[in-house]
């Protein structure tokens, strides 16, 4: 008896043994898909890899194999065929990334790369980079997307800038058989599940090309100079924190990242590739990242112009409304102080007015003698200067009264800084202002700026936006 009870003994732990050692084999086996950056899996790795992600994510299955994975910053290990182009021999500033597949109806991927050239200047090119990812399992339809691309940009991929590949099938999890949420159609949860896989692998290689990349759809038409604005919009938030930057408001175009962010953002579109849309997952990813608030720029630098949905060749008529062709002339408010004397309502302060996002200035009724101020951290050169008041939704809460002010040789503390003497460059009319040829008018560095309110009024006052575009800096 005593025999038989040590023999049980052996035989739990021989069995606890080989749990914690598969256990153990699972989690290096992830690790070294995720971690090793140049040379190829395993056949049994990746079917293993494959099994492993078709199963839902949940915390009480996955906490053991995840939980000392912590670093998401390393690749993912892919090996992928370039179709056309060849590694980019030189970091560039920003990154364009696409990702196409055959359509039922329409195709709208060629339009796409010719708007994104065409309407980029020869010293914008020299700081783009162009990645197409043609998606398709139809070997056949990819080769004639390659010819048609390379006879069409041959110059550009001859010149680094545009570059074509591929991800060979094997490396995609399952796609069949996925969990139905959101009672979605078993073919709508493949197509957006292979979606956010596709997505997943253009990030992965694009990860250290360039200091930012920005995703774009195959059917996107671009503003004029969309580089030198998105540079503009980089500039000027120097300083604060995001993850993500959006330069339209329709699914996953236009929206802007850190280059360092795409491993992390790669790693996540895997992990749960088959639980909602790339859109949602996005949101997700830039909540868990700290980025609480959309941070979206007006005018919008991307167009969607494609009728038919890749999905099904469904209708898509949807459009940007705030997009605008000729978006070049984005201000540069340069950076400043800003405050006032009005009663301001709520969290409707002073500094949302100046800033390029979507939020305003809400103040109470002002009095004669109000006024809204900014001090310019340099003295500076203005060219043009506009300010629009009110909303669409509170049309009447605009400055009946007011006029605009510049003024130089500043005076008082950090706190109560403020000019010693201004100039008057004009009145509001219908509460917006606008001046152009500031810098011909004024012939003295500008150190402030202000709205003074020169009737009271009983409606209250939205400063919806205050543009500053400013021409050469001043000799010092």
Known sequence: RHYLKYFDKMRCLRKRSAVSFLGILVVCLLFMNLYIEDGYVLEGDKQLIRETATHQLNPERYVHSFKDLSNFSGSINISYRYLAGTPLPRKRYLTIGLSSVKRKKGNYLLETIKSI????????????????????????????????????????????????????????????????NYNDPEDRVKFRSKQNVDYAFLLNFCANLSDYYVMLEDDVRCSKNFLTAVKKVITSREGSYWVTLEFSKLGYIGKLYHSHDLPRLAHFLLMFYQEMPCDWLLIHFRGLLAQKEVIRFKPSLFQHMGYYSSY?????????????????????????????????????????????????????????????GIVFEKPIKISKIKVVTGTEDRQNDILHHGALEVGEK???????????????????????????????????????????VTKSQKEWLIIRSISVWTSQTPNQ
Not at 418 to 445: A, P, S, W
């Open 117 to 180: 050239f065409e309407q980029s200047s020869y010293e914008e090119l020299k700081e783009i980079a162009v990645v197409v990812q043609l998606a398709d399992f139809d070997s056949a339809w990819c080769e004639g997307m390659v010819q048609d691309i390379s006879q069409k940009f041959a110059h550009h991929i001859i010149a680094g800038r545009l570059i074509v590949i591929h991800v060979p099938e094997d490396y995609y999890p399952v796609l069949d058989g996925l969990k139905r």
């Open 410 to 452: 500043i005076v008082g503390s950090k706190k109560g800084r403020q000019c010693m003497t201004y100039l008057r460059l004009g009145e509001f009319k219908n509460g917006n202002f606008e001046i152009t040829d500031v810098e011909h008018k004024v012939l003295f560095d500008i150190n402030c700026m202000r709205i003074l």
């Open 312 to 372: 099904k060749g469904a209708e898509n008529k949807l459009k940007d409304d705030d997009f605008e062709e000729e978006s070049f002339d984005i201000p540069d408010n340069p950076p400043a102080n800003l405050h006032t004397n009005m009663n301001v309502f709520e969290n409707y302060e002073a500094s949302k007015a100046y800033s390029s996002i979507d939020e305003y200035f809400w103040g109470k009724a002002p009095s004669t003698g109000d006024f809204y």
